[in-house]
């Protein structure tokens, strides 16, 4: 009610007001002034956070948190008036319109900041633009002596002779994929299993830095989360400086196009693309905007919480989701943030990218000459899913109405810039008659896909044109076949894509018509893109050049998925082919349908993976804590890696991959110690929520929860959070808390008593050394979901095997995160009852392992790992 009556003083609305069961609390949200004033600056959004990065003592306890509000706004006003204020430059203008959206925060800070003499600069003008570069040569052949690559690692590790000998081994070995190639499609393959705490990320950057420098070419370093992607642009600095003497950054960050800002779509938002709360936002990305490194909105230096503040998907829509940059026909072209991470990528010593982005660079780069050749794969275990979805086939509603938005625009458009085909080739349909026809029928044709409102019409069975009409029989059929019988409602279903009846037969072959009157119209229009090219008019300047490749780049991958899709739908009753899996599936979440798709996937993706990336590949290393599979240990050191090299694509290229492998340095023995809960029963959710309770509360918070359904998570931290918080030990959670994961990982981090409650998939992104994390909890054995891609491949892959393998893999990335440096001590729990002997392998030798009750476990974490040398073994001691 006060909040309702009175703008009040807030730190995170949503997640005030998720906590209170309030859905619509706004206020003076100071995470917003501290993005208005500090934009593109690091700010934990808690109480603890926002003093650290204000530089206010600490708040005392919760009852200091009003007082540290107060504080906190007071700063924040006394950087305005600060005639120092780093950020000033358009924070004027910007208020003016952001008093016009009627921000709260406008009237506050209004009397604070000063008019400027001067008129501002809006920020597309200050902006800098970036330069063409020459072509960068192909890189010289150059063999590394051990002797250089030894002086490296001990530059770049600042420690002389006496540097881990875990690690020199780890460098030479990581040096030998920077040697020339002997053959053609012959690269360089190397798998390197690296213990945590080996340091391999200055391991292999300083032979990268030495070849890069002799050679005059670029190594990429590929990762898997974000995180290790911030960690290796600090560590690189060792290596690199920030800038060149020309100014030109030897180390660039790579991403997806879909992480940056589209300055057009900013500047269609702040020019009443965008209304009420999503409006404010563009004024916010705008200051942002004119701060940031990179303009990387996704992980980049936009606080990860700014999003979620406002909501809707406002971020989404100002970044180039749907590939419908126009290119040099941009008015923002040359300071784009796209084209300069592209143009500083292809002149950069290193560049820092992410296993999706180089395997879609790799398959369809614009220039194939600026594909990576020498490429270093860190977090090398997810090399094999990365794959996988790069390589899969989906047809899908979602898929095809973006299709349809690309060729037609969109139907319903009130606001924005989203254009069809015709609207962006306006001028090629004007003056090539041939090209202008293509484009009206690929337009015609385009009609024949889902449309708004599909989805609806599924349900009411009442579907339009022949592709909607397969996916309504695909509907049927998944619902018709589902054997799931109801378990997990509200989550997927899914059915083979065999013995299908005839209505999906049939729809497949009328929905294969339409795409192929889709994919020809399209190719002719990119034959007359490439004629216009060949011979071009004398209208045809550089930069409607640049469009017009762009535009035809965009086609080529277009019609690649159309074709993808036909022979997709081709294979639907005829023979299966034994190197697909295909099924149908209908995606639902919490009861809700969000899609229907039939999907493709290679049975073993890493045979594309082969012919895409490491043919090319001079020189490939693969690398991780977690490569080989240590179940297998006592069976001989071939078994130890064949799974390591059957999932790193090896088997598809000639010559065997070089294999070396470095123990970690770290005490197990005495840091660590492994407790299997034995008296909390499967199923029986409050007994898993009182145990969690009642660890939490041991361990005093610090504590990363994993759980393998997102029903369960929600169910225990409904049971605890509120009753811990109020004993100062506040519980974070995934899919509960309106906050993204990153910046969760950043909470959990800043505060030793919180706790964080997340998913399986959460044990790659958490990399919290130090005090913070001193507990795991598994609330049982994360076995792996038996779909229908999992049943394929684990026939292929030898049962039981096949599941014992991803189990161990994943126990031991989830163990990995308890031990993050030498300092580091804490408990693995894991709550099950029935925890099969034959998986504690995925341990490090050494580490010792209990079966235990729940009072023992919680006397054990109690007394930390410290005082539990102390403590009498209870329970078994297994070996
Ligand atoms: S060039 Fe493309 S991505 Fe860049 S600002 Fe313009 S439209 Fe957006």
Redesign the pocket.
């Known amino acids: 009610m006060a909040a309702a009556d009175t703008p009040v003083l807030l730190l995170n609305a949503p997640l005030v007001a998720s906590r209170l069961g309030y859905p619509d609390l706004s206020g003076l949200d100071l995470l917003e002034a501290f993005a208005f004033v500090h934009p593109a600056r690091f700010c934990v959004p808690t109480p603890r956070g926002l003093a650290e990065a204000l530089g206010l003592p600490q708040p005392e306890g919760d009852a200091g948190v009003p007082d540290l509000l107060q504080h906190a706004a007071g700063a924040l006003i006394a950087v305005c008036r600060d005639p120092e204020w780093f950020e000033r430059e358009g924070a004027w203008s910007a208020l003016q319109s952001l008093e016009r959206l009627r921000w709260p925060w406008a009237q506050v800070l209004k009397p604070h900041i000063a008019k400027p003499e001067r008129a501002e600069r809006w920020l597309f003008s200050r902006l800098p633009e970036w330069e063409e570069a020459g072509e960068r040569p192909a890189p010289r052949a150059v063999e590394l002596s051990s002797q250089a690559v030894a002086e490296q690692l001990a530059r770049l590790t600042g420690e002389g002779a006496e540097q881990r000998e875990g690690q020199r081994d780890y460098a030479q070995n990581a040096a030998r994929v920077f040697a020339p190639r002997p053959r053609e499609a012959r690269p360089h393959l190397a798998l390197a299993q690296a213990g945590t705490g080996i340091g391999k990320t200055l391991g292999y950057l300083a032979p990268a830095s030495l070849w890069a420098e002799h050679s005059g070419g670029t190594v990429w370093v590929s990762t898997f989360t974000k995180n290790l992607q911030r960690q290796l642009r600090a560590e690189s600095r060792r290596a690199w400086p920030a800038k060149r003497a020309d100014g030109t950054p030897p180390v660039v960050v790579r991403k997806g196009?879909e992480n940056?800002l589209?300055?057009?779509?900013l500047e269609d938002a702040l020019q009443g693309g965008f209304a009420g709360r999503a409006a404010i936002l563009a004024q916010l990305v705008a200051r942002w905007g004119g701060y940031t490194r990179d303009g990387d909105m996704i992980g980049g230096d936009l606080p990860g919480w700014l999003g979620t503040l406002f909501r809707k998907r406002g971020i989404a829509a100002l970044t180039?989701q749907r590939g419908?940059?126009?290119?040099a026909g941009?008015?923002?072209?040359r300071?784009?943030?796209?084209?300069r991470a592209a143009r500083d990528s292809a002149q950069a010593d290193l560049v820092i990218a992410n296993h999706a982005l180089v395997m879609v660079n790799a398959a369809r780069a614009r220039d194939p000459a600026a594909r990576p050749t020498r490429l270093i794969f860190d977090e090398g275990h997810y090399v094999f899913d990365a794959a996988d979805s790069t390589f899969a086939a989906t047809l899908s509603g979602q898929e095809a109405i973006e299709l349809r938005r690309w060729i037609i625009g969109p139907e319903r458009e009130a606001r924005g810039r989203r254009r069809g085909l015709a609207a962006r080739l306006a001028d090629v349909a004007s003056y090539d008659e041939a090209g202008g026809e293509a484009i009206a029928a690929a337009c015609k044709a385009g009609q024949l896909l889902p449309s708004d409102g599909w989805l609806q019409r599924l349900n009411e069975n009442a579907p339009l044109g022949p592709v909607e009409a397969l996916l309504a029989a695909v509907r049927t059929a998944t619902y018709a076949r589902d054997e799931s019988g109801g378990i997990d409602a509200g989550y997927g279903i899914e059915t083979e894509a065999s013995g299908l009846p005839g209505e999906v037969i049939e729809a497949a072959g009328a929905a294969a018509e339409a795409l192929a009157s889709i994919r020809v119209p399209l190719i002719r229009l990119g034959g007359r893109l490439e004629a216009i090219l060949a011979d071009p008019p004398d209208w045809l300047d550089a930069q409607g050049r640049a469009r017009i490749e762009g535009a035809r780049f965009a086609l080529a991958w277009r019609i690649d998925l159309v074709a993808a899709w036909e022979s997709l739908l081709a294979r639907l009753g005829g023979p299966a082919d034994p190197e697909f899996v295909d099924w149908l599936a209908v995606d639902r979440s919490d009861a809700r349908e969000f899609d229907v798709a039939i999907h493709r996937r290679w049975l073993d993706p890493m045979k594309p993976f082969a012919r895409v990336v490491l043919e090319p590949a001079h020189g490939v290393l693969l690398t991780s804590a977690t490569l080989t599979d240590r179940g297998a240990q006592s069976i001989g050191s071939e078994e130890v890696w064949a799974s390591a090299i059957a999932r790193s694509g090896a088997a598809h290229i000639e010559g065997a991959p070089l294999l070396s492998a470095a123990e970690s340095p770290f005490d197990y023995a005495t840091r660590a110690e492994v407790l299997i809960v034995t008296d909390v029963a499967k199923g029986d959710l409050p007994a898993l929520a009182g145990a969690y309770a009642r660890l939490i509360e041991a361990s005093g918070g610090g504590v990363l929860g994993l759980f393998t359904a997102i029903r369960r998570l929600r169910s225990v931290h409904g049971r605890v959070a509120d009753r811990l918080a109020r004993a100062g030990l506040p519980v974070y959670a995934q899919h509960v808390d309106p906050i993204d994961t990153g910046t969760l990982v950043d909470i959990f981090r800043d505060d030793p008593r919180a706790t964080l409650l997340g998913t399986d998939a959460l044990r790659d992104g958490v990399d919290v050394p130090g005090h913070s994390l001193r507990c795991v909890v598994l609330e049982q054995v994360p076995w792996a979901r038996p779909n229908i891609l999992h049943k394929a491949r684990r026939a292929a892959g030898g049962g039981s095997q096949y599941d014992d393998r991803i189990i161990r893999a994943r126990l031991a990335q989830a163990f990995g995160r308890l031990i993050r440096s030498k300092d580091d001590a804490g408990h693995f729990v894991v709550l099950s009852p029935a925890f099969p002997s034959r998986l504690l392998s995925a341990f490090p030798a050494g580490t010792p392992v209990l079966r235990v009750t729940l009072d023992q476990a919680l006397q054990r974490v109690a007394a930390g790992v410290g005082g539990m040398q102390s403590l009498p073994t209870q329970g078994a001691l297994l070996p």
Not at 262 to 265: A, D, F, G, Q, S
């Open positions: 196009r940056y589209c300055l057009l779509n180039d419908e940059c126009i290119y941009c008015p923002h072209y300071k784009c943030f796209i084209e």
